[in-house]
């Protein structure tokens, strides 16, 4: 998480020094040229438990949960504007060693690529936009949530123009699974038209796919799913007022499982939301439904609410959402997924910043499916970055989580605790300017 973080400031601070030197205001990411930055992160970790599951489990098998972790991870980014394009794109290897459990090295990669071609689409209509991510993520260790930076809110009347995609994939909802070689993709691509001065069309598209490979890293532990889920949005916005906007949509979801056909589901989901900007610096989102699942024949209510606040020196976010979500790991099939999140990054001066965030997430299977499920987790995380030089960062970070897994009347809680030392080094970018924030899959 950090390492991308990091990353992203050293762009911003390298441009702004260079500009500086030229006798030029502060411009971050403004040049036609492309710009690339690659960096260098070293990390030591102490992991309570590396296997994600039960300590029990783990020692059973003669193997020690707890391990100290050596991780090198090069990175590559660029940041581009090519005409009628924005760009941005990275990829990161990770390459970790275990001292107690040396079968568990592994390299593995995290990249992203999102393109901004509303430039090109509005050649042929003024008024529209797209927007295509495209994420992937192979490793061991699947993240259960993400916490991270809270988002800077956005004026109600920015619908659709410069919103960001969501990278968040469906298959991270608070449920950890267990240690197990994965693959990860995820896939969106938005389309908008502002219709009117006040109404927006929004159609959305996204594929993420969930692939396991082998067996879980220790014997006995709960089994892991592959799966793939699809989706579609369409959505109406209306701009009511300068800090007011109306909107309504519609999804379908696909879900389907590689070895447990039976559990294949379909959604229908029908929710209207509002948007109020209080103050240029705090917004809030509200939305309520209801979702329909076949072949269940299940209809569930779905309501979220979001309150983010952004100053120069501190955004923070706080949100709950309740959705249907796509199980995989003990259990195929859909979930009830409540979730309460927080997050904030503040800024202590120009070069030490630091944040946190908590997560709350209950996951249980639909009661018309039959089976009976339930995940919990409690996630908590609290970061330092400290920027040494404008190219490079030092960071400290705790991460703690509790998961309780609950299948079959049988119950599998286990804890996890993380401490990490990190030093990321980047080399100064080769040109001014750049296309946006990082696309990361995972930050």
């Known amino acids: 998480m950090v390492s991308l973080v990091a990353a992203e400031e050293l762009a911003i601070a390298q441009e702004k020094e260079k ?14 040229k492309l710009v690339w930055l690659p960096t260098l992160s070293v990390s030591e970790s102490y992991d309570s438990n590396v296997f994600l599951t039960d300590p029990n489990i783990v020692r059973a098998a003669g193997l020690k949960p ?33 001292v107690e459990n040396p079968g568990l090295n592994y390299a593995g990669v995290n990249g992203g690529l999102n393109l901004n071609l509303n ?44 919103e960001p995609l969501n990278p968040k994939s469906a298959f991270i909802l608070g449920v950890q699974p267990v240690r197990q070689n994965s693959m990860l993709t995820t896939t969106n691509v938005s389309f908008f038209d502002r219709v009117t001065p006040r109404t927006t069309l ?25 799966a793939s889920f699809y989706g579609l949005t369409q959505s109406v916005s209306y701009q009511v007022s300068k800090v007011d906007r109306g909107i309504v949509t519609y999804a379908f979801g696909q879900s389907d499982y590689a070895s447990q056909e039976i559990s294949n589901y379909q959604s229908h989901a029908g929710t209207a939301g509002w948007t109020h900007l209080f103050t240029p610096s705090i917004s809030g989102t509200v939305t309520g439904g209801a979702t329909l699942v076949l072949p269940f024949n299940s209809i569930n209510q779905t309501y979220s609410g979001v309150l983010t606040w952004y100053t120069p020196v501190l955004s923070s976010s706080l949100g709950y959402s309740r959705q249907i979500s796509p199980s995989f790991s003990s259990l195929s099939g859909p979930l009830v997924s409540d979730a309460v999140t927080a997050a904030f990054t503040a800024k202590l001066s120009q070069t030490v910043f630091w944040g946190g965030s908590l997560s709350y997430s209950r996951n249980e299977v639909l009661a018309d499916v039959g089976a009976k499920g339930k995940f919990t987790s409690y996630v908590g995380d609290a970061f330092l970055n400290y920027r040494v030089l404008s190219w490079a960062f030092a960071s400290a970070q705790y991460r703690y989580g509790y998961y309780d897994q609950s299948f079959l009347q049988t119950s ?32």
Do not use: C
Not at 130 to 158: C, E, I, K, N, R
Not at 204 to 219: C, E, I
């Open 66 to 98: 707890g391990d100290y972790v050596t991780t090198v991870s090069p990175q590559l980014a660029t940041f581009s504007e090519l005409g009628v394009a924005r760009v941005s794109l990275f990829v990161r290897g990770n390459f970790s060693s275990y």
């Open 119 to 162: 430039r090109m689409v509005q050649r042929i209509e003024p008024t529209a936009g797209l927007q295509v991510f495209q994420g992937v993520l192979y490793t061991p260790v699947l993240p259960s949530s993400l916490g991270g930076v809270a988002p800077q809110p956005q004026s109600p009347d920015a619908a659709g123009e410069s």
């Open 412 to 443: 599998s809680p286990f804890q996890q605790h993380v401490v990490t030392l990190n030093f990321v080094v980047g080399i100064p970018a080769s040109s001014g300017g750049a296309g946006g924030g990082l696309p990361g899959l995972y930050r």
């Open 202 to 226: 929004t159609t959305g598209f996204s594929y993420d796919r969930s692939m396991f490979f082998g067996t879980p890293a220790v014997a006995g532990a709960p089994q892991n799913f592959s």
């Open 19 to 32: 500009d500086v030197a030229q006798n030029k205001a502060p411009s971050s990411y403004s040049s036609d």
